[in-house]
């Protein structure tokens, strides 16, 4: 059976910090990019950053990448997301995907993944 649990979200002040964690089961970690994506209220769900696990080449949101980090310990099959400097426009559900590994995909498009966790709530007060 094929789990992604996301965990690490809770409340934290603008400026602060929080780690998410994805760990995988069920699947052949190797052979797949994990990706974060989030949801804000009344917002669709957007690619945040990504990680293709077996060379550990990163994709970021543009607006993004500076202030969130992803990584990934394959030995754990488990993929990070370190963020820092979080604003109030933080505030949303973060979620994990899985997607197989291809050539030439836009691993921020939610549409193309295979597997999702269940999500993790970030706040972030003013």
């Known amino acids: 059976e094929v789990q992604l649990q996301a965990s690490g979200g809770g409340l934290v002040q603008t400026g602060g910090s929080l780690r998410l964690s994805c760990t995988a089961s069920?699947?052949?970690?190797?052979?797949?990019?994990i990706g974060w994506f989030r949801q804000a209220p009344g917002k669709e769900r957007e690619g945040v950053s990504c990680?293709?696990?077996?060379?550990?080449?990163?994709y970021y949101a543009g607006s993004l990448k500076g202030r969130f980090t992803i990584s990934s310990k394959n030995a754990k099959n488990t993929v990070y997301l370190q963020m820092n400097s979080l604003k109030p426009d933080d505030t949303a559900v973060y979620y994990c995907?899985?997607?197989?590994?291809?050539?030439?995909?836009?691993?921020?498009?939610?549409?193309?993944?295979?597997?999702w966790g269940q999500g993790t709530l970030v706040t972030v007060s003013s």
């Open positions: 069920g699947f052949s970690f190797d052979d797949y990019t």
């Open positions: 990680i293709r696990t077996r060379d550990f080449t990163t």
């Open positions: 995907g899985a997607i197989r590994s291809r050539e030439g995909t836009n691993y921020l498009i939610q549409a193309f993944y295979d597997y």
